[in-house]
């Protein structure tokens, strides 16, 4: 049973930082394609950094050079580092992990096949 619980969201002005956690359990957890997306109300979802299985990092263009992923393999857990925030990243924030696919991308974690419960994000101005 493969299980992602994330945490670390919260409300912040504009310009603020946030850190999010995805503690992983129930798998081999480097050997997925893992990432995370968002989801503001009446949006769809969008991906916003993946992560490959020997750790390279895409980042969707709205959040490069504000956003930073790292993994702990040790601990099995995925942080998303996320600075000078602005109201357009409210969101709902997921964690996302996919075992099967031959192709790590932004549409894969968007699409995959496991992600936790989310945590909000949400920037005031």
């Known amino acids: 049973q493969v299980t992602l619980v994330e945490s670390g969201g919260g409300s912040v002005q504009s310009g603020g930082t946030l850190r999010l956690s995805c503690a992983a359990s129930?798998?081999?957890?480097?050997?997925?394609?893992m990432g995370w997306f968002r989801q503001a109300p009446g949006k769809e979802r969008e991906g916003v950094v993946y992560?490959?299985?020997?750790?390279?990092?895409r980042y969707v263009d709205s959040v490069k050079g504000r956003f930073t992923a790292s993994r702990d393999d040790a601990k099995k857990t995925l942080y998303l580092q996320m600075n000078s925030l602005k109201p357009d990243d409210t969101a709902m924030y997921y964690c996302?992990?996919?075992?099967?696919?031959?192709?790590?991308?932004?549409?894969?974690?968007?699409?995959?096949?496991?992600r936790g419960q989310g945590t909000q994000v949400t920037v005031s101005s």
């Open positions: 996302a992990a996919d075992p099967g696919s031959r192709v790590c991308s932004l549409s894969t974690v968007v699409n995959s096949q496991y």
């Open positions: 129930g798998y081999t957890y480097s050997s997925f394609c």
């Open positions: 992560i490959t299985r020997v750790g390279t990092m």
